[in-house]
């Protein structure tokens, strides 16, 4: 007779008493080799029940796993997958997308990614907040008549006052990157504060990064002071120069539509991906042979990550033909 299994109490897992480690996530067992099923809520450490708001315990210092470590949603015509990398303790990124009904039988397909700026307190909440709150706005304004870009700009300022709205203080202030795509009547419209980005992967031909960051080096490349590599190098490239939150300038969104001539993908993402793919042609390159867009999005999430997943890493891919919005 087979032993009876036990569960990983990191990731569920089943395993057997004589394993030592979880072979999906790599958790430690019991030393005696024996797997133990920890009661909800206790630490997957320790079993303690003292886990901190932050969700480490405060017994053993373990950070238990969230429900945003790791992200796949689908829905028919758009895809998205986020990942908190192998650096990082959580997810800072958040993404929202949905496929709207709009009125005379149109649709619309809309999407948001937000990257929670690290060095401000509760970044995950900022990012949250703002994928949550422009995809509310932007469907609201869209169903109420309003035209692509105004809605993705009145969507975008109220994103800006949810995570402004989180702020203790102006020293206690989350923040984040915000970047929205809307496919609607065979265009796409963009809006973006950060370094977020939105990128068109033609299915022939040469893609597009269709933002511009927001960014130290992007600053840098728009006043023609140096070249893209040589900012991208400068140990100040990342440093932004606009973001949503209290301590943030006046929000000035960037709003622009581009109108593809031919079917292709629209690939929004957070710099835990572009990092490491920044050229149009280096995404299209790390894309595997399939028109699954779920395939995709986890494609470039792994190539990520086996290129070091320093950073969170999201990405949300839209497959777009010219003739009518997909959905």
Not at 36 to 49: L, N, R
Not at 247 to 273: E, I, Q, R, Y
Request: charged share 20%; with cysteine.
């Amino acid at each position: 007779m087979e032993d009876d299994p036990g569960t990983c109490p990191s990731c569920g897992l089943a395993v057997l008493p004589e394993d030592g480690f979880c072979e999906a996530c790599g958790h430690a067992l019991t030393d005696a080799g024996i797997a133990v099923v920890v009661a909800a809520g206790a630490c997957i450490g320790c079993g303690a029940v003292t886990i901190d708001a932050d969700g480490y315990c405060e017994q053993c210092g373990i950070r238990q796993p969230s429900g945003r470590d790791h992200v796949e949603r689908e829905l028919a015509g758009v895809s998205g997958v986020s990942d908190k990398g192998l650096r990082h303790s959580k997810n800072e990124d958040a993404m929202a997308f949905a496929v709207l009904c709009l009125p005379a039988e149109r649709q619309a397909i809309a999407a948001v990614v937000c990257d929670g700026v690290s060095t401000s307190p509760h970044p995950e909440d900022a990012s949250q907040a703002a994928a949550d709150a422009g995809l509310r706005v932007l469907q609201k304004e869209l169903e109420s008549g309003a035209d692509p870009e105004p809605a993705s700009r009145e969507a975008l300022t109220q994103a800006a006052a949810a995570v402004a709205a989180l702020a203790g203080s102006a020293h206690d202030a989350p923040a984040c990157t915000y970047v929205s795509a809307l496919v609607l009547d065979g265009a796409l419209t963009l809006a973006w504060v950060g370094d977020s980005r939105a990128y068109w992967l033609p299915g022939q031909g040469t893609g597009i990064r269709l933002t511009q960051d927001d960014s130290w080096a992007g600053q840098m490349v728009t006043l023609g002071v140096l070249t893209e590599a040589e900012a991208q190098a400068h140990r100040n490239a990342h440093m932004l120069v606009g973001w949503l939150g209290a301590d943030a300038d006046a929000v000035d969104p960037h709003v622009a539509t581009f109108t593809p001539d031919a079917p292709g993908l629209v690939v929004v993402c957070s710099d835990g991906l572009w990092n490491y793919l920044p050229e149009p042609s280096s995404i299209t390159a790390a894309l595997p042979p399939t028109d699954d867009p779920l395939h995709l999005a986890r494609s470039l999430v792994q190539t990520a990550l086996d290129a070091g997943g320093h950073d969170n890493i999201t990405v949300v891919v839209i497959p777009f033909t010219p003739e009518d919005t997909p959905a």
